[in-house]
């Protein structure tokens, strides 16, 4: 079927989750995707925080949903169904945690190897579920920190693919453009969620910047099919320690440089932001902007989609919504304007951030008696 011919009443039908935009991904039709029942995440209205901010329509899109809890099952899906197609013998790739507990889940699934290089301090939870699905890791030291060594770790592992024909299973345009087109189907589900109306602002955490500039192209495909009238304005939102898309933005470059990492937030400490070109011209283009916030506005965002929102995110997974309190606090917002933000990951894959905004130690330990005696007092 050509593109153009593709209704919106086509796309009502067929299978679940990402496999609904099969036609738009990079697979043969033919192929039998490598899945889990990945997309098809809810888009869900804000309760609290939305009215708070004095804003109408905003809509949080839980991506934590997914099978590992993150976006990146995605890309996964994606690329290890190309894999088993192409027939390649396995994968190898970097990873600060969702995309290596991604691609282990679904390599798993395929039956070919992994193999991960990934961060000196990768958050626990996010590095031992990709070894329970069978990921063979390695930890480099100085990776996701110093610049030099996190692009020496890509272009070995480029090396390694191309001599070996291994999968490549860097998350970003600049070294996987086909499994990236998994990204799109956000942009196809937000759409479709809104009753097939463009928002008006799109908050994105960036790290890379491959979500945001992936999400952006997702958009311009549905309104050059003609699903949707317009554009978002797509948002990027950095932590302030690890800003080089907001850097470079701010000086109207389209180049991103080397950022020396100091922001504590598991997934978007990336010190070289391998598709900061394609971010910068997504903003750009989309009427957008680059915003930071400081990791302690993160961790607050956090907490309030919790209470909130009832919603439990990791704390890359709040930054757009930090983001956005910053954007509606300086007026940035239009209290009809419709507005999502990306909520990209679940809230057990960082537990050091959880552990830090509560207090178990609250929790009373009484025996059976006791708590008989309490509950009379509250009755
Ligand atoms: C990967 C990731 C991001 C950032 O994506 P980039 O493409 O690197 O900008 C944001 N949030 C979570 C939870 C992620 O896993």
Same mark, same amino acid.
């Given at each position: 079927m050509s593109l153009a011919a593709v209704t919106r009443e086509d796309l009502q039908k067929g299978p679940h989750g990402i496999w609904r935009y099969h036609r738009f991904l990079p697979v043969p039709p033919d192929c039998a995707p490598v899945s889990l029942g990945e997309g098809e995440t809810p888009l869900v209205r804000s309760a609290h925080l939305g009215p708070d901010l004095g804003l109408r329509n905003l809509y949080f899109k839980l991506e934590g949903s997914n099978p590992t809890g993150s976006y990146k099952d995605r890309i996964a899906s994606v690329a290890l169904t190309r894999c088993r197609a192409q027939r390649k013998p396995a994968v190898i790739g970097t990873s600060s945690g969702n995309t290596g507990a991604a691609t282990a889940a679904y390599c798993s699934r395929a039956g070919v190897p992994y193999l991960l290089l990934t961060l000196e301090n990768v958050s626990e939870p996010k590095l031992i579920q990709s070894l329970m699905y069978g990921a063979r890791a390695i930890a480099v030291k100085g990776f996701g920190t110093d610049p030099q060594v996190s692009q020496a770790v890509f272009d070995m592992v480029q090396a390694v693919s191309r001599e070996r024909g291994w999968e490549l299973m860097i998350t970003a345009n600049a070294c996987n453009p086909e499994a990236m087109q998994g990204v799109k189907t956000i942009a196809y589900e937000i759409c479709q969620q809104l009753d097939w109306r463009a928002p008006g602002q799109v908050f994105v955490p960036v790290g890379a910047g491959g979500l945001l500039a992936s999400c952006w192209q997702g958009f311009r495909e549905c309104r050059n099919l003609g699903l949707v009238d =317009? /554009?978002?304005?797509?948002?990027?939102? &950095?932590?302030? =320690?690890? #800003?080089?898309? #907001? @850097? #470079?933005? #701010?000086? =109207? @470059? @389209? &180049? /991103?440089?080397?950022?020396?990492? /100091?922001?504590?937030?598991s997934g978007l400490q990336v010190p070289n932001a391998l598709d900061g070109d394609l971010a910068l011209d997504a903003l750009y283009r989309s009427g957008g902007t680059a915003l930071t916030v400081a990791d302690a506005d993160i961790y607050e965002a956090q907490r309030r989609l919790a209470l909130q929102e009832g919603i439990f995110c990791e704390p890359a997974g709040a930054a757009a919504t930090a983001g956005l309190i910053r954007a509606a606090a300086e007026g940035r917002v239009h209290p009809d304007e419709t507005v999502v933000c990306l909520v990209t990951g679940i809230g057990f894959k960082d537990l050091d951030s959880v552990y830090a905004a509560v207090d178990t130690g609250l929790v009373p330990k009484l025996t059976l008696a006791d708590v008989r005696e309490k509950l009379k007092d509250l009755v």
């Open positions: =317009g /554009t978002p304005a797509m948002v990027s939102v &950095q932590p302030e =320690g690890c #800003a080089h898309v #907001a @850097r #470079a933005f #701010a000086a =109207g @470059r @389209r &180049q /991103t440089d080397p950022f020396a990492c /100091t922001s504590l937030i």
